[in-house]
């Protein structure tokens, strides 16, 4: 079954330093890739997503991920923090095995921003 | 807009009560689901309508029903509660299939505790 594995459930950083979020999908066919975002108590928000084309993809915020085939990884990056990025980050998957009828989120990484 | 709604917000039940969650959207998007997060779990799918008259299951289906009423509103019923059902629950709607679009719609979130 297809899955994503973030590594990390807490990534801290500091106010103006590079964010990296790691995110790992198993797949031998590469499936639609997806970064959303959860502010405290509210529903998710699509932050980028990749489906197929350009392997950098730029998101909302200041964010961008690039597929990389060869490593299996989507890593969400932006380059300089803003306290406002502390939030709850998911990757998420759905591929041709499903009919891309569903999408299969990770568990989650939250990023912590100090001033 | 309102986007999609879920009611109630918060509810506490006591073990063996049963309750249902509703959901409605107002994208007229075809295809609508249901999701329970668990912290370190990430959220995980519950049931899902790919279009009206249709239901799946996802990955935790067990203890729950679902009833895509028509193509608003989908809900969710929990016939006899546990305290294993104790999560935030969401209900998000897309366009189409992920290969076409990928951006889920999400509702605030249910707050669920079964005492």
């Known amino acids: 079954a297809q899955s994503v594995t973030q590594l990390g459930s807490h990534v801290s950083v500091s106010e103006g330093a590079l964010v990296l979020l790691r995110c790992n999908y198993s797949?031998?066919?590469?499936?639609?890739l997806f970064w959303y975002v959860q502010y405290p108590n509210q529903g998710l928000q699509l932050l980028l997503k990749?489906?197929?084309?350009?392997?950098l993809v730029k998101g909302i915020n200041g964010f961008e991920a690039e597929f990389k085939k060869s490593e299996t990884s989507f890593h969400l990056t932006k380059p300089s923090a803003h306290m406002s990025d502390a939030a709850e980050y998911f990757c998420a998957v759905s591929d041709r095995n499903t009919g891309f009828q569903k999408l299969v989120f990770g568990t989650g990484t939250r990023l912590l921003v100090s001033p | 807009n309102a986007g999609v709604t879920q009611t109630p917000k918060f509810q506490v039940l006591k073990t063996g009560q049963s309750m249902t969650l509703q959901c409605a959207q107002d994208m007229n998007h075809n295809s609508m689901y249901w999701y329970r997060q668990d912290p370190g779990m990430g959220l995980r799918l519950i049931y899902y309508s790919a279009s009206e008259g249709t239901t799946d299951k996802g990955e935790v289906p067990n203890g729950y029903n679902v009833s895509r009423l028509n193509k608003r509103e989908f809900s969710l019923r929990l016939e006899s509660a546990a305290p294993s059902q104790t999560s935030v629950y969401f209900c998000?709607?897309?366009?189409?299939?992920?290969?076409?679009?990928?951006?889920?719609?999400f509702g605030e979130g249910s707050r669920l505790t079964v005492l």
């Open positions: 797949s031998s066919v590469p499936p639609y």
């Open positions: 998000a709607s897309t366009e189409g299939l992920f290969g076409d679009t990928g951006e889920l719609f």
């Open positions: 990749y489906t197929t084309g350009a392997t």
